[in-house]
């Protein structure tokens, strides 16, 4: 066996891997509340309940329609009180999509039961203002992510009033560079399927899930204006499990966001950077309807490893901790010094051992890329045996070596450059791999200074279930 290929084989056998998550998609296409003959959308008043009709497909000309196959409908009052439901109907699944769009238009209450006796139809909401909301989902449980939703109203036999309208809007993207701030979508691509959480004036809790272009919105309705009026509170869903997500957004009071009203009246926009929420305050005088937009939320999949530097492995404290075990495992490497051959630490004391692996530390340098990733990479695995890094996906670029599920770990970049290493141990200025060497030694370097590694926009798994923000209340 080559010294090279046994490097290689010693290695992985030092290592660890991490399991990786799955996640499923959110839903593409929409819903919308129509009337009998189906010729239009987002009809959302109505006079009867019996007067309500569904429709769905894609959002507009051109984009995705909804997924094909059989779904489940439930309708709940505005803070998910269940109403009525198809599930024990005898048909679970009456609505049928087929091309992305649904097979026929069906009339509400003619497919669910009522929650209160399971007779056909739903139950009347108690909302002040007739509001009712309806969820078209691929499963029983109704999962936010996997459902489409749309608001109605119902002022059963009641004359055709003045009714007021206030919207609450806004955007999820991916905030790329970490910068707490919102880019270009090119740049800062928006994220579909996230969970936004709003917490009504009369302390009831609803929710809204971003679309496929990241857009959430959120609109109440009322013949009183004291019934709209008020505080809002919004803010994202908590992931759960949270794995790397971070809230990147909003960190500070942001100025576009746009307030908006058909009559005077002053609407109230605060951010709380302790808990990156909006609330938004109307006041009972604006008697008008009202939208507030820009309530936006960043995020990213970022992670930071911990770790100790090349500086700290040669000083007197990190000396201290090496143990002869280590220096075997060092020893198993393929760590290349300034002309590409291998160094091994062969002195018969472990303090002479230790002396000699400082000496090769604080001797590398970049001529030859391979020298240089070679230490930083010692330096790593270091980190890793004694707790300072936890072997957490850092990557999704380690050739072969990432397990097959696209990520990689802090051991499984090991192997990748052991792999780099023994393949061109000598990468001086026109070696073909130094360009690829200095990434990974960046890499490393980057987790031995307890850096934060913030993963490209698209490789991250998005979560499939969310917590309230506001669940305390």
Not at 380 to 405: A, E, I, M, P, R
């Amino acid at each position: 066996m080559s010294r090279r290929l046994a490097a290689i084989l010693s290695v992985a056998a030092l290592l660890l891997s991490v399991a990786p998550a799955t996640a499923v998609e959110p839903l593409s296409g929409a819903i919308f509340t129509t009337e009998v003959i189906c010729d239009g959308t987002n009809i959302n008043i109505y006079s009867d309940k019996e007067d309500v009709y569904l429709d769905g497909g894609p959002v507009h000309e051109g984009a995705a329609g909804l997924p094909d196959g059989d779904y489940y409908v439930k309708v709940t009052e505005p803070d998910g009180t269940l109403l009525g439901t198809s599930v024990g109907s005898g048909d679970d699944t009456p609505v049928l999509v087929v091309g992305g769009e649904f097979d026929t238009c069906y009339q509400l209450s003619a497919i669910l039961i009522k929650a209160s006796d399971s007779t056909p139809g739903y139950d009347t909401t108690t909302n002040g203002g007739g509001v009712y909301k309806v969820w078209v989902c691929t499963d029983s449980e109704f999962t936010a992510s996997q459902c489409k939703t749309d608001n109605f109203k119902v002022n059963e036999g009641d004359e055709e009033t003045e009714t007021f309208e206030g919207c609450l809007s806004g955007e999820k993207f991916y905030d790329s560079n970490n910068d707490g701030d919102k880019g270009l979508p090119a740049d800062e691509p928006p994220i579909a399927g996230w969970e936004i959480f709003i917490q009504l004036p009369d302390g009831s809790v609803t929710s809204e899930v971003t679309d496929a272009d990241g857009r959430w919105e959120h609109c109440v309705e009322s013949e009183d204006f004291a019934d709209i009026d008020g505080t809002y509170h919004i803010a994202e869903g908590i992931p759960n499990p949270a794995d790397d997500w971070v809230q990147t957004y909003p960190d500070e009071q942001q100025d576009w966001v746009d307030n908006g009203a058909a009559s005077d009246g002053s609407i109230g926009v605060s951010v709380s950077t302790t808990t990156r929420s909006y609330s938004v305050t109307v006041p009972s005088g604006l008697e008008d309807s009202w939208f507030v937009t820009g309530l936006d939320f960043g995020n990213n999949c970022q992670v930071t490893p911990g770790g100790r530097t090349i500086g700290f492995w040669s000083n007197k404290n990190g000396q201290s901790l090496i143990t002869a075990g280590d220096m075997t495992a060092l020893n198993a490497f393929y760590l290349a010094n300034g002309a590409g051959t291998d160094t091994n630490f062969t002195a018969s004391l472990l303090s002479q051992k230790k002396a000699a692996y400082k000496s090769w530390l604080l001797s590398a340098t970049a001529t030859n890329m391979a020298y240089m990733l070679s230490a930083q990479m010692s330096a790593t695995y270091l980190n890793l045996q004694h707790g300072f890094t936890s072997n957490v996906n850092v990557t999704t670029s380690c050739g072969s070596f990432d397990g097959g599920d696209g990520f990689c770990t802090v051991s499984e970049l090991i192997q990748y450059a052991q792999y780099l290493i023994t393949n061109d141990p000598l990468c001086l200025s026109t070696c073909t791999e130094r360009g690829e060497q200095q990434r990974v030694k960046n890499l490393f370097d980057l987790i031995n200074n307890g850096g934060t590694i913030v993963f490209p926009p698209g490789t991250c798994l998005t979560p499939e279930a969310y917590n309230s923000p506001f669940a305390f209340t």
